[in-house]
């Protein structure tokens, strides 16, 4: 089992920046493939990062490439979310999600533990 709360989220103006963290606890943090998804109103929960357990390989949407990065600190259990240039487009609930696997993966379907969402709007 893995818990997973996500922080960092809130109301920001478009072109700004936020940070978002997801603490893990539980089983061996290092042993999961971490990712990113959200779900804006009315719309289906959707990809945004992927990262492998080692860090090493990180997969994006293509409507975030070159505004977010994320990134793992194995050490202190935490993922996250660095999202700049943000546009109202990107408002939504934020949900990190933990696969079990060395496989680094993008269909939600395959994430086997999820947080409780962190909202973040972006207005115009």
């Known amino acids: 089992q893995v818990q997973l709360v996500e922080s960092g989220g809130g109301l920001v103006q478009a072109g700004g920046s936020l940070r978002l963290s997801c603490a893990a606890s539980?089983?061996?943090?290092?042993?999961?493939?971490m990712g990113w998804f959200r779900q804006a109103p009315g719309k289906e929960r959707e990809f945004v990062a992927a990262i492998s357990w080692s860090g090493l390989i990180t997969y994006y949407a293509d409507s975030v490439k070159g505004r977010f990065t994320i990134s793992r600190d194995n050490a202190k259990n935490t993922v996250y979310l660095q999202m700049n240039s943000l546009k109202p487009e990107d408002t939504a609930v934020y949900y990190c999600?933990?696969?079990?696997?060395?496989?680094?993966?993008?269909?939600?379907?395959?994430?086997?533990?999820w947080g409780q969402g962190t909202q973040v709007t972006v207005s115009s």
């Open positions: 539980g089983r061996t943090f290092s042993s999961y493939a």
């Open positions: 999600a933990a696969d079990y696997t060395t496989i680094t993966r993008t269909n939600s379907r395959d994430y086997e533990y």
